[in-house]
Nanobody, 117 residues
């Protein structure tokens, strides 16, 4: 069984930066998709950024140019560098992984990101 452990969330002022990390442990077999989702109160969970083992990346329009996803396959870890944060980025951020590109079936517990104005 694979477990994902996230870290790096917190409180930051608008315009600031945070870096989220997510490490996978357990029975890991050929992880392909790695991504970050977020869910704000009263809203649906949305994909923020995703990456495949082949190197492709995709971002939500709202974060393009501000967020960068990266991965270290040797460490089974995915990162999300978040710059120029806005109050509307406030949400619980979830790490997710999967064995197939763009398919996420393993989820982390979530980490709170709060951006104050």
């Amino acid at each position: 069984q694979v477990q994902l452990v996230e870290s790096g969330g917190g409180l930051v002022q608008a315009g600031g930066s945070l870096r989220l990390s997510c490490a996978a442990s357990g029975s890991i077999f050929s992880i392909n998709a790695m991504g970050w989702f977020r869910q704000a109160p009263g809203k649906r969970r949305e994909l923020v950024a995703g990456t495949s083992k082949a190197g492709s990346t995709n971002y939500a329009d709202s974060v393009k140019g501000r967020f960068t996803i990266s991965r270290d396959d040797a460490k089974n870890t995915v990162y999300l560098q978040m710059n120029s944060l806005k109050p509307e980025d406030t949400a619980v951020y979830y790490c997710a992984m999967g064995n197939v590109a763009s398919f996420y079936n393993i989820w982390g517990q979530g980490t709170q990101v709060t951006v104050s104005s």
